[in-house]
């Protein structure tokens, strides 16, 4: 009967439109939007995505006009296309460059001896990046794979071997659908939102390790959050 009520309710109730934005709150919202995705972009996406938002109350020449008025802006023409971002995504990208940088040759290899168990043997590939990673000793580590290369499988050993060797592992994702499936596979995981907002759930991986699914779905800006919670924890990625 409640949700009968609440369905009736929601046919008579009215609903205003969305309120048209200015040029400038539709290129900030525009440039927002697009810097969650990439640290370079299209000019030509900016302004196709900030005309969407003032729903035909500016003109292309209204977007483009604020576009050039912006300082923080900086743009580069290649091939006769013009990219451009931002003077934040740009310092963002340096600090999170600095910090890779400055990570390697600074840990122990994690588990150097580590022997696959199990009916399922990794293949030469998957076997040198297992070795790889457990031999690293940089405190983030890239793990880079095209689809239906087996990363999962390979992720699954490098898990085992972290356990193996006494460490806490955690996993994080960009979405709940994604925590889940990380948690089928028998790992505790978490989403990254809640990793940076909830400084309480970082106790789990304090000097352990962070295992990041689907790092290049994330922005740089929090991608540099979770480089910070690293360092801090004195924990690896």
Known sequence: PDE???LQNLKTTTFSED?????AEAVSRSI???SERESAF???RIIATALSYTYGSCLPEDIEKELQSRSDIV????DKITYMTTHELIRIDEALMKMSVEGKFIEREINPHFVP??????NDQQAKAIKDVLTSKSRITLLNGSAGTGKSVTVKFIQDAIQEAVL???GYATSSQATDILRQDGMNASTLASLI???KSREAIRGGVMLIDEASLVSSGDMLEVFNIAEAENARI
């Open 168 to 170: 806490n592992v955690w």
């Open 4 to 6: 009968l009520n609440a």
């Open 117 to 122: 168990k199990g009916e399922i043997t990794p």
């Open 75 to 78: 743009r580069k023409e290649i």
């Open 42 to 44: 299209l000019e030509k």
């Open 32 to 34: 927002e939007h697009w």
């Open 197 to 199: 907002h909830n400084p």
């Open 19 to 23: 309120k048209p934005l200015t040029a």
